[in-house]
């Protein structure tokens, strides 16, 4: 097995499927020629050609617009949105008409289409290159909604998202394209759909969250296991439809329970967690279920000192942590 | 003035960028730096860059050696700078630390003190687990924040056995309000998901045996409030005609194929007895009126209804201004309205306008039937099967086409006398197509 970074594994997965399958191609803005502003489609151009590796004008409406409709008539794309905060002008398309088609033809039509897109901030990008927008396709009955942490699962998830029927919105984080690595089989698997993952096993407090945070997280249990604070995590890794077995599980195990995400903390994906485990376990809750998210602010400010109090790190991590498990 | 350190860290050159390389150090340690000025050369990913100091002072240690790669944020140096508000490297302070055995410990019961506000505060979980193992949670030594229980504090006190030996004196396990007999919930909405299906309640077999019900559709509703006040209201004649139809059967088997070929549709007789009932219409305009109690209203558009029946109802669209067609163009007509009822596709400004109603019930096999007038019209004709009979002409037997045609009327406006002129007119003018008539 192969140690390769996060954003080598996205590839990787890509160049597997297109091999694999003839009606799998990448579109996008630069995509093609250049590879992708992160390198993420490199290669893929000189070994499929300009027809399975296509630049498309800087109309994200378009890039939806034309994958969903060669979806609909067979085809396997994968439309990279070149950041995330690029993509609402492809809602519509998204929301109501991909998420929607099966719905409304009666099962005749289907749309397996893979939206990627790359989410969250910490790269001086400011407004339009660091938003996290999960919440406002989360809540999108129709739509799959992914967003790996590892490597392993960025391969893997993303292959399951090409092959599934009905379309896949792939968050990829780009600060992790080169900060997360970790061991990747070079074979064929894929990781399925709406299965969460259990990181670290402990019986102090557990943590639930996805994407990058899970780095601090990870970073933050390891020195709190020093304190002989034992924190157990969970990996959402599929944010729709969310595992809630495995989310259920994970919180019954220590009754304390603390959500993280970057996006921020009014009506995100922690909510929706908190809210089925509300719902479910109520006389098994140790102390109130807690979030630690990005702020409720309009946008990642540009200015580092911003950024970086807008950001979670290990630190606040850490200390929201120490505190569950100090309650 | 005071001395301090002061840490230079990987900065974060470009996006994306985690970690960099040190190429080279400018700068050795017991050098001195000033602001800005390049300390060591820092290779990356993407970019190839001096690093600054960010103060000045004087170089004391180098951390991170030529050609080792570390992340961005990693102090790669330390500076002794002068300035007096520079601090040392905060040392984080120490946390207290969290001592899983600590709750094993006896403590002394401290119920409700001032030091442990939180002490008599139980959540759900350690109050289901008290019940569950009998404990007193009096006796459990809380080691959570403001002296609360913890779940775990309950847990390592079961496992420490120590309830067992309270439970000798203090017999009720029930230290907090919770019924140990009662289940707690663990499914619910999010665990079971199947969607509830409404239980459609089935009339019980016994009395109703052999009986089902189906509901009237709304269209079966309209055909019946329909037919009940046409033949409440409109006191219904009934005859009938028999038409000699062998030369049309001739002359259209001669066009048919032709007609599909130019047209795309089929022609049908009806076009012809279309033809042949408007024509006598204009005779006849009396047939082509509706009773209004002291007058007869007569109408000048000739619209005829055309009754298409489908699997489940029938329907009567209208082929407006049918004097002014010819034929084909009645060919067509039909065709288009019948494609329109098998579709549901029919509007409102289809079904509107009818003065006079012809059904073709010989469509169906039949050779006699007794419609029903469409209110407000005056009358209904029915086009029967066309079969072949012995007919006597001129004292001869001979083999014709014979098909009847049936004619309902409202007797309010019409008689006898009248209505036998104009079918034997609808008669004459079906029996004078001859295979030189034209279509068009």
């Given at each position: 097995?192969?140690v ?7 590839r ?5 499927e297109m ?16 590879g ?32 969903i ?6 085809m ?10 690029f ?8 929301i109501?008409e ?11 039509w289907?749309?397996p289409v ?40 960025a ?16 968050f ?17 698997y894929?990781v ?11 019986d102090d407090?557990?943590?639930i ?17 020093q ?14 439809p ?6 259920l599980?994970a919180?019954r195990k ?7 995400h970057e996006?921020n903390?009014?009506g ?12 479910e376990l ?21 200015n ?24 | 003035?005071?001395?301090s ?12 960028l ?18 800005y000025e ?6 990356t990913d ?9 103060v ?8 991170v ?7 961005v ?5 330390l ?6 508000e520079?601090s040392?490297?905060q ?5 207290p ?21 939180m ?21 459990v ?5 403001g002296g ?12 420490s056995?120590?309830?067992k ?7 009720p ?5 919770m019924d140990?007999v ?12 199947t ?12 009395p ?19 037919m009940?006040?046409s033949v ?16 049309l059967v ?14 795309g ?18 005779d ?11 007058k007869i209203?007569v109408k ?43 579709e ?8 509107q306008?009818?003065t006079?109603?012809?059904n ?6 039949s050779?006699?039937?007794?419609p029903?007038i ?27 086409s ?21 079918l ?7 029996e ?9």
């Amino acid at each position: 097995m192969a140690v390769m970074d996060y954003i080598d594994a996205i590839r990787l997965a890509m160049k597997e499927e297109m091999e694999r399958d003839e009606d799998v191609f990448v579109l996008g803005e630069d995509v093609g020629v250049k590879g992708g502003v992160f390198t993420t489609t490199k290669g893929l151009h000189e070994q499929f050609g300009e027809y399975r590796a296509l630049d498309t004008p800087l109309a994200e409406s378009a890039i939806a617009g034309v994958a969903i409709g060669a979806a609909m008539y067979g085809m396997k794309p994968i439309a990279e949105m070149q950041y995330s905060d690029f993509m609402f002008p492809a809602t519509n398309q998204i929301i109501s008409e991909a998420a929607k088609i099966r719905y409304r033809s009666n099962n005749d039509w289907s749309c397996p289409v893979v939206i990627r897109a790359p989410i969250g901030g910490g790269i001086f990008g400011g407004l339009y290159h660091s938003q996290c927008p999960e919440s406002v396709f989360f809540g999108t009955p129709g739509l799959k909604i992914v967003a790996p942490y590892r490597p392993y699962d960025a391969k893997g998830l993303l292959k399951a998202a090409v092959r599934d029927e009905d379309p896949v919105l792939y968050f990829e984080n780009k600060k992790a394209y080169r900060l997360i690595n970790g061991e990747v089989p070079e074979d064929d698997y894929i990781v399925e759909i709406g299965k969460a993952n259990v990181l670290r096993e402990g019986d102090d407090i557990t943590v639930i969250g996805y994407s990058m945070p899970l780095r601090f997280v990870e970073q933050a249990a390891e020195e709190l296991q020093q304190e002989g604070i034992s924190a157990h995590i969970l990996d959402l890794r599929t944010l729709q439809p969310l595992d809630k077995e495995a989310i259920l599980e994970a919180v019954r195990k220590t009754g304390k329970v603390l959500i993280i995400h970057e996006d921020n903390k009014t009506g995100g994906v922690g909510a929706e967690v908190s809210a089925i485990i509300a719902e479910e376990l109520l006389y098994e809750l140790d102390a109130p279920i807690m979030r630690l998210c990005g702020p409720d602010v309009p946008a990642m400010p540009i200015n580092p000192p911003g950024e970086k109090f807008f950001l979670l790190n290990k630190d606040k991590v850490k200390e929201a942590m120490r505190n569950l498990a100090l309650y | 003035m005071n001395k301090s350190i002061m840490e230079i860290v990987v900065p974060q050159l470009a996006e994306s960028l985690v970690n960099a390389t040190i190429d080279k150090w400018l700068k050795q340690p017991g050098d001195m730096v000033d602001i800005y000025e390049p300390i060591c050369e820092i290779v990356t990913d993407k970019v190839n860059a001096e690093l600054p100091s960010t103060v000045s002072g004087k170089l004391v240690k180098i951390l991170v050696g030529n050609g080792e790669t570390v992340p961005v944020g990693t102090p790669v140096c330390l500076i002794e700078t002068e300035s007096a508000e520079a601090s040392m490297p905060q040392q984080a302070p120490q946390a207290p630390s969290v001592n899983a055995g600590a709750s094993v410990q006896p403590a002394a019961s401290t119920l409700l003190s001032e030091d442990a506000p939180m002490r008599g505060r139980f959540s759900p979980a350690v109050q289901q687990l008290a019940a569950e193992h009998g404990v007193r949670l009096a006796d459990v030594p809380g080691t959570g924040l403001g002296g609360r229980i913890t779940r775990k504090d309950v847990l390592a006190y079961v496992a420490s056995g120590a309830h067992k030996n309270n439970a000798a004196h203090a017999a009720p396990a029930a230290p907090a309000s919770m019924d140990p007999v009662v289940q707690v919930r663990s499914s619910g909405i999010h665990l079971s998901e199947t969607p509830r299906i409404p239980k459609i309640e089935i009339e019980s077999a016994a009395p109703g045996r052999g009986e089902t019900f189906i509901d009237v559709t709304p269209i079966r509703n309209t055909i019946a409030r329909n037919m009940r006040q046409s033949v409440s209201e409109i006191p219904h004649a009934w005859t009938m005609i028999e038409v000699d139809v062998t030369n049309l059967v001739i002359l259209r088997n001669k066009l048919k194929d032709e007609f599909m070929k130019r047209e795309g549709i089929n022609l049908t007789y009806l076009a012809f007895l279309l033809k042949a009932v408007v024509n006598a219409i204009k005779d006849f305009p009396i047939m082509n009126s509706t009773w209004a109690v002291d007058k007869i209203i007569v109408k000048r558009d000739i619209n005829i209804s055309l009754a298409v029946g489908t699997e489940d109802s029938v329907l009567t669209p209208v082929i407006k201004n049918a004097d002014h067609k010819n034929v084909a163009g009645l060919a067509k007509e039909i065709d288009e309205l019948a494609r329109k009822t098998r579709e549901g596709k029919l509007t409102l400004s289809d079904m509107q306008g009818g003065t006079f109603t012809v059904n073709n019930t010989g469509s169906f096999g039949s050779i006699l039937s007794y419609p029903i007038i469409n209110y407000p019209q005056a009358a209904i004709l029915t086009f029967e099967s066309i079969v072949k009979r012995p007919v006597v002409i001129n004292d001869m037997i001979a083999v014709r086409s014979m098909a009847n045609l049936c004619l309902s009327l409202d007797h309010r406006i019409l008689d006898g006398v009248i209505c036998g002129r104009f079918l034997q007119r609808v008669k004459d003018n079906l029996e004078s197509f001859t295979i030189e008539s034209k279509l068009y």
